[in-house]
């Protein structure tokens, strides 16, 4: 049985980084590509960035480009975003999703397994 599991979030300053990290059990990733969303209160939840089954094609949403990175590392079943110049805006519950599909999408509708979500607060 997949499953997802989000870690990395947590409190940090206005202008600082964190690591989300997202361990899939159960399956092989070799075999899924992965998004990573977050929802905020009161707002949808936004893709915002994925990575495809090779690892070879990457897509982010445009508020995040050139501040987020997403990579994977098949041996340890995991993948991972990088966050630079965090901002109070990027404060949501962050999380990632399975597909069993080779391309990626940032549409949250294309995945039907989900994590539970970690926290990500920017404050001063």
């Known amino acids: 049985q997949l499953q997802l599991v989000e870690s990395g979030g947590g409190l940090v300053q206005p202008g600082g980084s964190l690591r989300l990290s997202c361990a899939i059990s159960?399956?092989?990733?070799?075999?899924?590509?992965i998004g990573w969303f977050r929802q905020a209160p009161g707002k949808e939840r936004e893709g915002l960035s994925c990575?495809?089954?090779?690892?070879?094609?990457?897509k982010y949403t445009n508020s995040v480009k050139g501040r987020f990175t997403i990579s994977s590392d098949n041996a340890k079943n995991t993948v991972y975003l990088q966050m630079t110049s965090l901002e109070p805006e990027d404060t949501a519950i962050y999380y990632c999703a399975a597909d069993h599909g080779y391309w990626c999408y940032l549409g949250k509708n294309n995945y039907a397994y989900w994590g539970q979500g970690t926290q990500v607060t920017v404050s001063s």
């Open positions: 990575i495809s089954q090779s690892g070879s094609n990457t």
């Open positions: 159960g399956v092989t990733l070799d075999y899924y590509a």
